[in-house]
């Protein structure tokens, strides 16, 4: 069992920076993909990145050049450095993680991943 538990959203002005962090439990988070969804209000919740065990990195494209996801292994930590914020990154920001690398369940919403943290939210006031 994964437990995922996130920090640091807040309130921000557009332009701004802020960075997300998802605490894991569980000795094994290195072998897992690790990424992040966000939900704004009345919408779908959508994939931002991903992180695999082997080191890849997967991002959505409205956040490319933007963001950044990290993962600390040693800490059982992934992190989202977002940059130039936006209104329109306001959202509630979830971690996620599963034990294997599938695009498909990370690019449609994240159905069937393993685990899930409560979320954080962001609010970038313009």
């Known amino acids: 069992q994964v437990q995922l538990v996130e920090s640091g959203g807040g309130l921000v002005q557009a332009g701004g920076s802020l960075r997300v962090s998802c605490a894991a439990s569980g000795r094994t988070f290195s072998s897992y993909t690790m990424g992040w969804f966000r939900q704004a209000p009345g919408k779908e919740r959508e994939f931002v990145a991903a992180f695999t065990s082997s080191g890849y990195v997967y991002y959505a494209d409205f956040v490319k050049g933007r963001f950044t996801i990290s993962r600390d292994n040693a800490k059982n930590t992934m992190y989202l450095q977002m940059n130039s914020l936006k209104p329109e990154d306001t959202a509630v920001y979830y971690c996620?993680?599963?034990?294997?690398?599938?695009?498909?369940?990370?690019?449609?919403?994240?159905?069937?991943?393993?685990?899930w943290g409560n979320g954080t939210l962001v609010t970038v006031s313009s």
């Open positions: 996620a993680a599963d034990r294997s690398w599938n695009y498909n369940k990370w690019a449609t919403g994240g159905h069937g991943l393993d685990y």
